[in-house]
């Protein structure tokens, strides 16, 4: 079966600091893999996908995730973090067919601090 | 690019009447929906699968008459809940793909949420 863990529940940076958010997956085959950003109240908004190709994906707000196979990881990050990037993020992975949905990790709250 | 719409935002009713959510894509097609539901500080749980024109799909454990799913167009499913009780308090999200991309994953296009509180 599918999962995704995201170890971190919780993580504080200072701004203008990097940022590496963590996510693990489990899946049989080919996974794809997408990290969507939530703010306080509202839908979430997709920030990257990895379908194929380039292990490094590049995505909105000048985020980028990198996917390694070999550690079953598609970790989130973000070299230098706005105040405004304070927000949930959530890594998730699909299976094969366009029909089917999407599984989510806990998600890791981030917080920004001056 | 691809947008959702969910409505309404936010919600509060009586224990015991019922209240109909709406999704709409408003700028592509979609023959299947899905309708999550997310509590404080945790993740998304999917609720059901809604396809077009036939019934939805509902995961283990969601009641399918309580959550009445209803997806009569390619661009609008409605989630209907039923005799509605304090614990179905909760912020409920739908969303949908592209159904031109469905044979490539496309990401899934959220809608903003439904914030529902039952008092």
């Known amino acids: 079966a599918q999962s995704v863990t995201q170890p971190d529940i919780h993580i504080t940076v200072s701004e203008g600091a990097s940022l590496e958010l963590r996510c693990n997956y489990s899946?049989?085959?080919?996974?794809?893999l997408f990290w969507y950003v939530q703010s306080p109240g509202q839908g979430l908004q997709l920030l990257l996908k990895y379908f194929s190709g380039d292990t490094l994906v590049q995505g909105i707000k000048g985020f980028e995730a990198e996917f390694k196979r070999s550690q079953s990881s598609f970790n989130l990050r973000k070299p230098s973090v706005h105040w405004s990037d304070a927000a949930e993020y959530f890594c998730a992975v699909g299976a094969g067919s366009g029909n089917t949905p999407l599984v989510f990790g806990k998600g890791t709250r981030l917080s920004v601090i001056a | 690019g691809a947008v959702v719409s969910q409505h309404p935002s936010r919600v509060i009713c009586k224990s015991g009447t019922s209240v109909k959510i709406e999704c709409r894509s408003l700028d592509f097609q979609a023959t299947t929906m899905f309708w999550y539901r997310q509590f404080p500080k945790q993740s998304l749980m999917l609720m059901a699968t809604s396809n077009e024109g036939s019934k939805a799909t509902y995961e283990q454990g969601v009641e399918k008459d309580k959550f009445l799913i209803n997806h009569a167009s390619l661009t609008l499913s409605t989630l209907t809940v039923t005799s509605a009780h304090p614990e179905d308090s909760s912020f409920y999200i739908c969303?949908?793909?592209?159904?031109?991309?469905?044979?490539?994953?496309?990401?899934?296009?959220f809608g903003n949420g439904t914030r529902l509180t039952v008092t």
């Open positions: 899946y049989g085959a080919t996974p794809y």
């Open positions: 969303s949908a793909r592209d159904q031109v991309d469905r044979g490539n994953n496309s990401p899934l296009h």
